[in-house]
C-alpha cells in the first residue's frame, strides 16, 4: 500500500478558485486507490476550526489517516525571510519566504522520518522548497526507501508576474488570496508603493527557481502542455509534465429553461486576471452588448456573477448597470444557475495555464465566449467548442449572436460537451495522477 505525504500551502475547502479546485480534486482521486494520505497544511484558521476542518477531511476522506495544520511564519520571521533570502540573495522567492521557516523545515522532515511515506506530494514553490536539499538530507539516509518526489506548479509562475507586470495597474491587488495572510499596511506597500519593483524582484526569483528546484523532484507536473516543453528546458530536465484538470460533469436539473437574454460569468474575484476581465467586460463590452441587442429590438441583457470576494472596483462597475448585473457569491451547486443561462462569458486578457472556469461553463452546457488568451493550453475551435473573440467588438457580437440564435447555441453547447467527454474525465485523469504518484488503483 502506497503512503502519500501530501504538502498543501493552502486549505482548498470549498475550493473556489481553479487552483484549490485542482488540490481538492488530487484529492479525492485517491478514493478507492490503494494507498493512505497524511496532511500537512499551512493555514490561519483558529484552533476551534482547525478541529472542524481535520473533522470534515477524515469524514470525507476515509483514506486519510493525519492531518497536521501549521501556522504561517510570523510577520517578523517572514520580513527576514524576505530581507535575507529575497532581496539580499536570490535563494528565494517573495511568496516562498513568507511561507518559510527552519523550524517547519525539522517538522517536515520528522514527519518523513515517521511516516516513512512512499510519495511525497508538493503543492506550489510554497512547499516544493522543503524538499529541496532532501536528496542530500539525514533524513533520507536514515529511510529504509528514497520516497517519490512530486512537485505540482499549476503553471510557470514567472510568466504570470511578468503578464501582472505588463497588464496591472495600482488598484489591482497583488498579494490575492495571500492578503488575508498580511496586515492592511503590507498589503497597501505592496500592492501601492512597492508594486513594480515587487513583481520585477519575483519574476527573476521564479526564472531562477524555475531552473533550480525541478531536479529536485522525480516528477514536476504543469497543468498546460503548452508550458511543459518551456520548464524543460528551463530546469534541464525532462520530468516534466502536464496534468490537464479534470471536469466534474454535474447532474442537471430536468426542467432548466433558458433565461432570455442571460450572461453568467463564474470565477473567485479577488484573482486579478478574474478581476481585470470581469472590469474590462462590465465597462466596455456589457454596453456593447446592450447596444446590439437594442439594434435587434430585443431588451438587454442581464449578468449573473457567481464567485466569491467582489473587490469595490468590481462592485462600483456593476451599480452602473444596476439590476442588470447581480452577484450571487460563491455557490457550491451552480447548476441551475449555469444551465439556464444563454452564454457563460470568459473575458481572459492575461494569466497562464488552463482557465478552468471555461471547462466547467462547457461541462454545465453553456455555449462560451472567450478571447485567445482564455483558450490557451486547450484544443478548442472558433464557433465549434467555444466562440473565440478577438477584439472587444468580436466579443459583443458573439453574445449578441448567441442571444439571438437557438441553433448556434445548440452547436456549441453539444460540441463543448463532447471535448470535456473526450480530454476532461475524471476517471482518466484519475488514473494519470496516481500512475504519476506511484499508486495502484
Known amino acids: 500500500m502506497t503512503s502519500l505525504l501530501i504538502l498543501w500551502a493552502r486549505y482548498p475547502f470549498p475550493p473556489q478558485s481553479g487552483r484549490t479546485k485542482l488540490l481538492a ?14 496532511l500537512v497544511i499551512f493555514d490561519t484558521a483558529s484552533e476551534e476550526e482547525q478541529k472542524r476542518r481535520k473533522t470534515f477531511l477524515q469524514e470525507q476522506f476515509p ?3 493525519s492531518v497536521r495544520f501549521l501556522p504561517l511564519p510570523s510577520l517578523p520571521h517572514a520580513a527576514w525571510n524576505m530581507l535575507r533570502y529575497s532581496l539580499l540573495s536570490d535563494a528565494k522567492t517573495l511568496q516562498e519566504s513568507l511561507f518559510f521557516s527552519p523550524a517547519y ?16 506530494y508538493c503543492d506550489t514553490f510554497r512547499m516544493a522548497q522543503y524538499l ?6 539525514a533524513t533520507l539516509r536514515n529511510l529504509p526507501h528514497k520516497p517519490h518526489i512530486v512537485f505540482d506548479w499549476d503553471d510557470i509562475f514567472s510568466q504570470k508576474y511578468q503578464n501582472y507586470l505588463e497588464r ?17 499596511f503590507i498589503q497597501k506597500l505592496a500592492n501601492h508603493v512597492l508594486r513594480r519593483t515587487l513583481l520585477k524582484i519575483e519574476i527573476a526569483r521564479s526564472l531562477q527557481r524555475e531552473t533550480v528546484l525541478p ?20 530546469s534541464n530536465t525532462a520530468s516534466v509534465s502536464a496534468m490537464l484538470p479534470a471536469v466534474h460533469f454535474p447532474t442537471l436539473p430536468e426542467n432548466c429553461p433558458e433565461r432570455p437574454q442571460s450572461l453568467v460569468f463564474m470565477g473567485l474575484l479577488n484573482f486579478m486576471p478574474n478581476e481585470e476581465g470581469l472590469l474590462h467586460f462590465l465597462e466596455v463590452i456589457f454596453p456593447l452588448v446592450q447596444k446590439k441587442l437594442a ?48 452564454v457563460f462569458i470568459a473575458p481572459v486578457y492575461y494569466g497562464t495555464g488552463i482557465k478552468t472556469k471555461i471547462l466547467d461553463g462547457m461541462a454545465y452546457h453553456v455555449p462560451v465566449v472567450t478571447t485567445p488568451q482564455g483558450a490557451e493550453g486547450l484544443a478548442l475551435r472558433s464557433g465549434e467548442e467555444a466562440i473565440i473573440a478577438k477584439s472587444d467588438e468580436e466579443f459583443a457580437e458573439a453574445c449578441t449572436r448567441l442571444i439571438l440564435n437557438p441553433a448556434e447555441r445548440s452547436h456549441i453547447r453539444a460540441q463543448a ?25
Open 25 to 38: 480534486q488530487r484529492l479525492a482521486f485517491c478514493a478507492g486507490a490503494n494507498c493512505t494520505v497524511h
Open 63 to 65: 483514506f486519510v489517516q
Open 168 to 184: 496591472t495597474d495600482d488598484d489591482t491587488p497583488l498579494l490575492g488570496y495571500l492578503s488575508k495572510y498580511v496586515p492592511a
Open 132 to 137: 529541496e536539499d532532501f536528496q542530500q538530507s
Open 105 to 120: 523545515k525539522r517538522l517536515i522532515d520528522e514527519e518523513i522520518h515517521r511516516l516513512q511515506p512512499t510519495t511525497i
Open 295 to 342: 439594434q435587434n429590438k430585443v431588451s438587454r441583457a442581464s449578468l449573473t456573477i457567481i464567485g466569491a470576494n467582489p473587490t469595490p472596483r468590481l462592485l462600483a462597475a456593476a451599480e452602473k448597470h444596476g439590476e442588470l448585473v447581480k452577484f450571487t457569491g460563491f455557490v457550491p451547486e451552480p447548476a441551475s444557475i449555469l444551465c439556464s443561462s444563454e
Open 215 to 234: 531536479p529536485h523532484a522525480d516528477e514536476t507536473i504543469l497543468v498546460s502542455p503548452r508550458e511543459v516543453e518551456t520548464l524543460q528546458k528551463r
Open 417 to 441: 460537451l463532447r471535448y470535456v467527454q473526450t480530454h476532461h474525465t475524471e476517471e482518466a485523469l484519475r488514473t494519470r495522477f496516481l500512475s504519476i504518484c506511484r499508486i495502484s488503483s
